[in-house]
């Protein structure tokens, strides 16, 4: 991972006021347990959060709830504006302009890498097929493995197949990037060619929200950091003042549990 | 940039503690029974019209059947005849098959010795009782005691008759068998030693070194035969032949006499399929693929005819023994295959250990690839065993007298004639409850098994 | 003395390294084993020469051409009571691939829905499709068979008192009567128009697929296709007059003649093996499902492609991997199991040929032999087909 250039500074210029994303007391139940309490978060358009936190904090949970691949029972989730409800073709339009980047990759085996990187286009946004194949390279270039195009995601290394996926879910040009633990379920030399294509992306004004363990990326790319624990947001602070001076006990564990190697 | 995140005492103070929120309890209409209904029944249109739909469906079943078996049915009669009388179709006779039972579960056993049956199966029952005995370390031996030495005794009880020279012995070697295991079992929860090793202490051998505490204690078994073989050569049963066996306790002779023969059998045949010598590899291969490849219906045909042409001219093969040949071989070829495919998910590298350690062929077979292979194929193997008590019923075919073929003489009898669905019925229950049990041991067992790859 | 003494150890070790190299052992076992087979086959080949003699039978394969002498209840090809005994086996087969092809249909068809009952959101739909499998695994195949044809068959009113649809379809203890279509002069017409139809549905499928290429509009070409399938041949057929007539069955006396009949026994069986072999099929279809991870319909979903897409373009393609072996296998099941219908009587081939031929006959031999190379020629193909077929769709791996 790069190191030597100066982390990002906080020179944000909100083209429009409104948030992008808005949790409005979002409180979500697994049977009878809670495992989202009264989540209130706005995050604005060009924005990187990294949201950290114990397992079992909901970070994951949480996350899935913004595109609705869970779904919440008290509270609104607002994407430009617009709230998902009951109505399932309005909740898949709303879904469109948010990409997401899972920690078990999740891409097609039975598909070609071009293959799984052209069909949302070619059967979502009916992209006639040479149009997606060169958009698909484009993107695969700019991950930087153009030349596996045609292999079969089971023939790629980890680090590969999640580069596949984050080309994947931009190829559908999203506004929103979320990102479950993008780098959990790779072997430790792999993780760095994962993050630096995050790195880019967030240089490219993406707005981001990453579940992650890897602290050093969160200095580098994040505007916020959120730590949640049991369901709650306990801090939120720019990267300098939380890892430098966390203001709640709670923050203080953590990271001393976790940067202590 | 300070790295240190450590907490220091100039921090302590300065750190917030945070408050955590209690939690609520979900939304009434999500949790609870009324919720479960709502998302599982109710959720939408479609789905409460399938739930009704569903309703509908299993109450006139229900409805039918219960009416007709329980609440129509008549308990008491003397005859089909009066069951008519009383209610006519629409309600079960069951005084027929009551009356039948005996016939139904012993075939045509004559009745005053029909206790040599009970016997026989609550001696089963007495010797892997160990089995589920706490403190008992001898569980393998006796469970390979009761597969392959049990029958001996069995074979005696069941049919009795004039034993010979062999079958004395051999039927000395059960009773021998069956005393040996609760002696075991009685010595080892008492004093934790196998029977053996306790006779060697008590003969004084305790401070001796191995071999000769062994001698003792294989002394004190042979011991134990000859007082056996005293006893069966007084013992004198009446011979009943196969002929008059029938009932589910034919099925369960064929079923069980199927199923011991089929697992080593079929061990033996999958070893042979994957065996490097071109000649075993082809014979095992072609004996599976064959018996694979045909129903069940045409090797009991073919066995049936073709089996006394194969022995020597006047060499009489009586039908039971057949059907039995017929069976084994049929459940060995597919045991074959279930076990194959255990053979093969063993990862390559507990072969590649076991050679690395110099065991031999038979030694790393024995010891480590065949119980990790059984183990994975344990739920398979079962649901083989419950495949092979449902063919059973095919025997009634070529003409014995299984539970399946009782049934029907059920209705042939005068006093009860015309009598097929209730025996029928009762018999259908009789294997659904058998095959629903043993397919729920198996669920559990394996569940038992995975539990131990669980971290 | 110390040179003889090394001497000695080292050809006895030369011996005993012999003895225990690899190939020496196996050679030997297999020299052995073929003995011990030999030895096995002459003894049981010269017992049954002995016997077939004592017995004054023989195993040629002459009898093929003597006349059978008896009738079959149920033929699917021309047959006359007289005909060869050839001709009865060809009569066995038939009727066998014809229990099996329908009973694989019906199995598929009721197996596909109640494996998707299976996986229902609705509880009560899910908990009926469990104990359907429940009950019909844990019951003999033999039994459902016997319950289907005396329970239900037998059951059925004569033929004066038929149950009947319309006055076209009758139901009763003889088996349920349909109007047979008869083709007249001119239907050669429809049935160009439905090869038409066919062929314009695939044509159409590919045209379709280069538009969605080139431009990425979407056409459904599938409902069309088979829209156009059901309606063209209809229309042609409307317009040439419908040169069809219908032998329809009419009661004469105690019973009924013309148009088509399945007698009792040929429905009770495909009944009752399609039934049970559903029970498997709909576990085989829920576990193929299942057995493609959540995952993926979360990436699709999180791609924004619709549900029925994602089953058509990401589950169904992995589920099938997964689903048609297993699939393939039941089929032989089905096929096996047919032979079952000695039990009620339909003249299959085992019933026909192995059982009524072989007691007529006494050619135990020939008999046994044919009809067992006829099952081992449908396994052995069908598994050789399947064995290709896996071959060629294995996900490419590392």
Same mark, same amino acid.
């Given at each position: 991972?790069?190191?030597?250039?100066?982390?990002?500074?906080?020179?944000?210029?909100?083209?429009s006021?409104?948030?992008?994303?808005?949790?409005v007391?979002?409180?979500?139940?697994?049977?009878?347990?809670?495992?989202?309490k009264?989540i209130?978060?706005?995050?604005?358009?060009?924005?990187?959060?990294?949201?950290?936190?114990?397992?079992?904090?909901?970070?994951?949970?949480?996350?899935?709830?913004?595109?609705?691949?869970?779904v919440?029972?008290?509270?609104?989730?607002?994407?430009?504006?617009?709230?998902?409800?009951?109505?399932?073709?309005?909740?898949d339009h709303?879904?469109?302009?948010?990409?997401?980047?899972f920690?078990?990759?999740?891409?097609?085996?039975?598909?070609?890498?071009?293959?799984?990187?052209?069909?949302?286009?070619i059967w979502?946004?009916?992209?006639?097929?040479?149009?997606?194949?060169?958009? !698909?390279?484009?993107l695969?270039e700019?991950?930087?493995?153009?030349?596996?195009?045609?292999?079969? #995601? /089971?023939?790629?290394?980890?680090?590969?197949?999640?580069?596949?996926?984050i080309?994947?879910?931009?190829?559908?040009?999203?506004?929103?990037?979320l990102?479950?633990?993008?780098?959990?379920?790779?072997?430790?030399e792999?993780?760095?060619?994962?993050?630096?294509?995050?790195?880019?992306?967030?240089?490219?004004g993406?707005?981001?929200?990453?579940?992650t363990h890897?602290?050093?990326?969160?200095?580098?790319?994040?505007?916020?950091?959120?730590?949640?624990?049991?369901?709650?947001?306990?801090?939120?602070?720019?990267?300098?003042?939380?890892?430098?001076n966390?203001?709640?006990?709670?923050?203080?564990?953590?990271?001393?549990?976790?940067?202590?190697? | 940039?300070?790295?240190?995140?450590l907490?220091?005492?100039?921090?302590?103070?300065?750190a917030?503690?945070?408050? #955590?929120?209690?939690?609520?309890?979900?939304?009434?209409?999500?949790?609870?029974?009324?919720?479960?209904?709502?998302?599982?029944?109710?959720?939408?249109?479609?789905?409460?019209? /399938?739930?009704?739909?569903?309703?509908?469906?299993?109450?006139?079943?229900?409805?039918?059947?219960?009416?007709?078996?329980?609440f129509?049915?008549?308990?008491e009669?003397?005859?089909?005849?009066?069951?008519?009388?009383?209610?006519g179709?629409?309600?079960?006779?069951?005084?027929?098959v009551?009356?039948?039972?005996?016939?139904?579960?012993?075939?045509?056993?004559?009745?005053?010795?029909?206790?040599?049956?009970?016997l026989?199966?609550?001696?089963?029952?007495?010797?892997?009782?160990?089995?589920?005995?706490?403190?008992?370390?001898?569980?393998?031996?006796?469970?390979? $005691?009761?597969?392959?030495?049990y029958?001996?005794?069995?074979?005696?009880?069941?049919m009795?008759?004039?034993?010979?020279?062999?079958?004395?012995?051999?039927i000395?070697? @059960?009773?021998?068998?069956?005393?040996?295991?609760?002696?075991?079992?009685?010595?080892?929860?008492?004093?934790?030693?196998?029977?053996?090793?306790?006779? !060697?202490?008590?003969? @004084?051998?305790?401070?001796?070194?191995?071999?000769?505490?062994?001698?003792?204690?294989?002394?004190?078994?042979?011991?134990?035969?000859?007082?056996?073989l005293?006893?069966?050569?007084?013992?004198?049963?009446?011979?009943?032949?196969?002929?008059?066996?029938?009932?589910?306790?034919?099925?369960?002779?064929?079923?069980?006499?199927?199923?011991?023969?089929?697992?080593?059998? @079929?061990?033996?045949?999958?070893?042979?399929?994957?065996?490097?010598?071109?000649?075993?590899?082809?014979?095992?291969?072609?004996?599976i693929?064959?018996?694979?490849?045909?129903p069940?219906?045409?090797?009991?045909f073919?066995?049936?005819?073709?089996?006394?042409?194969f022995?020597?001219?006047?060499?009489?093969?009586?039908?039971l023994?057949?059907?039995?040949?017929?069976?084994?071989?049929?459940?060995?070829a597919?045991?074959?295959?279930?076990?194959?495919?255990g053979?093969?998910?063993?990862?390559?590298?507990?072969?590649?250990?076991?050679?690395?350690?110099?065991?031999?062929?038979?030694?790393?077979?024995?010891?480590?690839?065949?119980?990790?292979?059984?183990?994975?194929?344990?739920?398979?193997?079962?649901?083989?065993?419950i495949?092979?008590?449902?063919?059973?019923?095919l025997?009634?075919?070529?003409?014995?007298f299984?539970?399946?073929?009782?049934?029907r003489?059920?209705?042939?009898?005068?006093?009860?004639?015309?009598?097929?669905?209730?025996?029928f019925?009762f018999?259908?229950?009789?294997?659904?409850?058998?095959?629903?049990?043993?397919s729920?041991?198996?669920?559990?067992?394996?569940?038992?098994?995975?539990a131990g790859?669980q971290? | 003395?110390?040179?003889?003494?090394?001497?000695?150890?080292? $050809?006895?070790?030369?011996?005993?390294?012999?003895?225990?190299?690899?190939?020496?052992?196996?050679?030997?076992?297999?020299?052995?084993?073929?003995?011990?087979?030999?030895?096995?086959?002459?003894?049981?080949?010269?017992?049954?020469?002995?016997?077939?003699?004592?017995r004054?039978?023989s195993?040629?394969?002459?009898?093929?051409?003597? $006349?059978?002498?008896?009738?079959?209840?149920f033929?699917?090809?021309?047959?006359?009571e007289?005909?060869?005994?050839?001709?009865?086996?060809?009569?066995?087969?038939?009727n066998?691939?014809?229990?099996?092809?329908?009973?694989?249909?019906f199995?598929?068809?009721?197996?596909?829905?109640?494996g998707?009952?299976?996986?229902?959101?609705?509880?009560?739909?899910?908990?009926?499709?469990?104990?359907?499998?429940?009950?019909?695994?844990?019951?003999?195949?033999l039994?459902?068979?016997?319950?289907?044809?005396?329970?239900?068959?037998?059951?059925?009113?004569?033929?004066?008192?038929?149950?009947?649809?319309?006055?076209?379809?009758?139901?009763?203890?003889?088996?349920?009567?349909?109007? !047979?279509p008869?083709?007249?002069?001119?239907?050669?017409?429809?049935?160009?128009?439905?090869?038409i139809a066919?062929?314009?549905?695939?044509?159409?499928?590919?045209?379709?697929?280069?538009?969605?290429?080139?431009?990425g509009?979407?056409?459904?070409?599938?409902?069309? @296709?088979?829209?156009?399938i059901?309606?063209?041949?209809?229309?042609?057929?409307?317009?040439?007059?419908?040169?069809?007539t219908?032998?329809?069955?009419?009661?004469?006396?105690?019973?009924?003649?013309?148009?088509?009949?399945?007698?009792? !026994?040929?429905?009770?069986?495909?009944?009752?093996?399609?039934i049970?072999?559903?029970?498997?099929i709909?576990?085989?279809?829920?576990?193929?499902?299942?057995?493609?991870?959540?995952?993926?319909?979360?990436?699709?979903?999180?791609?924004?492609?619709?549900?029925?897409?994602?089953?058509?373009?990401?589950?169904?393609?992995?589920?099938?991997?997964?689903?048609?072996?297993?699939?393939?296998?039941?089929?032989?099941?089905?096929?096996?199991?047919?032979?079952?219908a000695?039990?009620?009587?339909?003249?299959?081939?085992?019933?026909?040929?192995?059982?009524?031929s072989?007691?007529?006959s006494?050619?135990?031999?020939?008999?046994?032999?044919?009809?067992?190379?006829?099952?081992?020629?449908?396994?052995?193909?069908?598994?050789?087909?399947?064995?290709?077929?896996?071959?060629?769709?294995?996900?490419?791996?590392?």
């Amino acid at each position: 991972m790069n190191t030597n250039v100066l982390p990002r500074e906080q020179t944000k210029s909100k083209t429009s006021s409104r948030p992008v994303i808005e949790l409005v007391g979002m409180s979500k139940w697994f049977g009878s347990f809670q495992v989202l309490k009264d989540i209130d978060l706005q995050v604005y358009e060009g924005e990187r959060i990294v949201v950290c936190g114990p397992s079992g904090s909901g970070k994951s949970t949480m996350i899935r709830c913004i595109n609705q691949l869970e779904v919440h029972q008290e509270g609104d989730v607002i994407i430009n504006g617009e709230a998902f409800g009951n109505d399932v073709a309005k909740n898949d339009h709303i879904r469109r302009e948010i990409g997401m980047v899972f920690q078990q990759f999740n891409l097609f085996p039975h598909l070609s890498v071009l293959e799984n990187l052209t069909l949302a286009p070619i059967w979502v946004k009916e992209m006639p097929k040479h149009e997606a194949e060169s958009l !698909a390279m484009s993107l695969l270039e700019r991950v930087r493995i153009p030349e596996q195009a045609l292999k079969y #995601p /089971l023939q790629l290394s980890g680090g590969q197949q999640q580069r596949v996926a984050i080309a994947r879910a931009l190829c559908m040009n999203p506004q929103i990037m979320l990102f479950d633990e993008p780098t959990s379920a790779l072997d430790p030399e792999m993780i760095n060619e994962v993050l630096d294509v995050m790195i880019e992306l967030a240089d490219s004004g993406m707005t981001m929200i990453v579940v992650t363990h890897e602290m050093n990326f969160a200095r580098r790319v994040a505007d916020r950091v959120i730590f949640m624990d049991q369901g709650e947001i306990v801090e939120v602070a720019p990267p300098g003042p939380f890892f430098d001076n966390p203001r709640y006990d709670r923050t203080r564990l953590f990271l001393s549990q976790i940067l202590h190697h | 940039m300070s790295d240190s995140t450590l907490v220091t005492t100039d921090d302590v103070d300065k750190a917030l503690v945070f408050k #955590p929120k209690d939690a609520r309890p979900a939304p009434p209409s999500t949790v609870g029974v009324i919720g479960w209904m709502r998302n599982n029944l109710f959720s939408n249109v479609s789905n409460t019209l /399938l739930t009704i739909v569903g309703a509908y469906i299993v109450y006139t079943f229900f409805s039918a059947v219960l009416n007709w078996a329980v609440f129509n049915a008549v308990w008491e009669a003397e005859s089909r005849r009066e069951c008519l009388d009383l209610v006519g179709r629409s309600g079960a006779c069951w005084p027929g098959v009551a009356a039948w039972m005996e016939n139904l579960i012993y075939g045509l056993y004559p009745k005053h010795q029909v206790w040599r049956i009970n016997l026989g199966f609550l001696a089963l029952i007495a010797w892997v009782i160990p089995l589920w005995l706490p403190r008992v370390k001898s569980k393998v031996a006796i469970g390979i $005691s009761a597969v392959l030495i049990y029958p001996f005794l069995a074979s005696y009880f069941f049919m009795g008759g004039n034993k010979g020279l062999v079958w004395t012995l051999l039927i000395a070697l @059960g009773v021998t068998g069956f005393a040996w295991v609760w002696l075991t079992t009685l010595t080892e929860m008492r004093y934790g030693l196998p029977f053996t090793r306790f006779m !060697a202490g008590m003969l @004084g051998a305790s401070g001796k070194p191995q071999e000769v505490q062994v001698k003792y204690g294989r002394f004190s078994m042979l011991f134990v035969f000859v007082i056996a073989l005293v006893l069966v050569t007084q013992w004198e049963l009446q011979e009943v032949q196969t002929r008059q066996w029938g009932g589910l306790f034919l099925t369960l002779v064929i079923s069980g006499i199927g199923i011991t023969f089929s697992l080593p059998a @079929g061990i033996v045949l999958a070893l042979g399929r994957r065996s490097n010598m071109p000649l075993i590899r082809i014979l095992s291969t072609t004996f599976i693929e064959l018996f694979r490849s045909v129903p069940l219906i045409t090797i009991l045909f073919m066995f049936n005819t073709m089996l006394p042409l194969f022995l020597p001219v006047g060499v009489e093969v009586n039908q039971l023994l057949r059907a039995i040949v017929a069976v084994c071989l049929f459940a060995a070829a597919y045991m074959a295959e279930v076990i194959r495919g255990g053979l093969q998910a063993i990862p390559k590298g507990q072969y590649e250990a076991a050679d690395a350690m110099g065991l031999g062929y038979w030694q790393s077979t024995t010891l480590i690839i065949m119980p990790q292979a059984l183990k994975i194929m344990i739920p398979t193997i079962v649901g083989n065993f419950i495949g092979l008590f449902k063919d059973t019923t095919l025997v009634s075919i070529i003409g014995l007298f299984d539970l399946l073929s009782m049934s029907r003489a059920v209705g042939e009898d005068s006093r009860w004639l015309g009598l097929f669905i209730e025996p029928f019925f009762f018999v259908t229950m009789i294997y659904f409850v058998f095959c629903f049990l043993m397919s729920q041991y198996s669920i559990n067992l394996e569940r038992k098994l995975a539990a131990g790859n669980q971290r | 003395m110390a040179i003889s003494e090394s001497t000695a150890i080292r $050809s006895q070790s030369r011996l005993s390294s012999f003895l225990n190299n690899e190939t020496v052992r196996s050679v030997f076992y297999q020299i052995v084993t073929l003995v011990c087979v030999v030895g096995l086959f002459w003894y049981l080949v010269t017992n049954t020469i002995e016997n077939m003699s004592v017995r004054g039978m023989s195993a040629g394969l002459d009898f093929l051409n003597v $006349s059978a002498g008896f009738g079959i209840s149920f033929t699917l090809i021309p047959y006359r009571e007289g005909d060869s005994y050839f001709r009865v086996f060809q009569v066995g087969i038939a009727n066998t691939l014809l229990v099996a092809v329908i009973g694989i249909v019906f199995a598929t068809a009721i197996g596909l829905f109640m494996g998707l009952a299976r996986m229902s959101s609705n509880w009560l739909i899910r908990t009926i499709a469990r104990w359907y499998v429940e009950v019909l695994r844990n019951t003999p195949l033999l039994l459902q068979i016997i319950a289907w044809y005396f329970g239900v068959f037998t059951l059925l009113p004569r033929p004066r008192d038929s149950l009947d649809w319309g006055g076209l379809f009758f139901l009763n203890n003889r088996g349920a009567y349909f109007p !047979a279509p008869v083709p007249e002069a001119g239907f050669g017409v429809t049935l160009a128009a439905l090869a038409i139809a066919i062929g314009g549905a695939i044509g159409l499928r590919y045209w379709a697929r280069k538009r969605q290429e080139a431009t990425g509009k979407h056409f459904p070409a599938i409902s069309v @296709g088979l829209a156009t399938i059901v309606l063209l041949p209809l229309l042609v057929f409307m317009l040439s007059g419908r040169p069809l007539t219908w032998d329809m069955p009419g009661l004469q006396g105690f019973n009924f003649t013309g148009g088509l009949n399945v007698p009792p !026994a040929l429905g009770a069986l495909v009944i009752a093996l399609s039934i049970y072999t559903s029970c498997f099929i709909a576990e085989i279809v829920r576990s193929g499902i299942q057995s493609v991870s959540g995952g993926q319909t979360e990436a699709a979903r999180a791609l924004g492609v619709k549900p029925s897409w994602t089953m058509r373009l990401i589950i169904l393609p992995q589920a099938l991997r997964v689903i048609i072996p297993p699939l393939i296998s039941q089929y032989l099941n089905l096929t096996k199991n047919s032979s079952l219908a000695i039990a009620i009587g339909f003249p299959d081939l085992v019933s026909v040929w192995m059982n009524t031929s072989l007691n007529q006959s006494g050619r135990a031999i020939p008999i046994v032999a044919m009809t067992m190379a006829f099952y081992c020629i449908v396994s052995l193909t069908v598994s050789f087909a399947m064995n290709q077929y896996n071959k060629r769709i294995l996900l490419k791996e590392r």
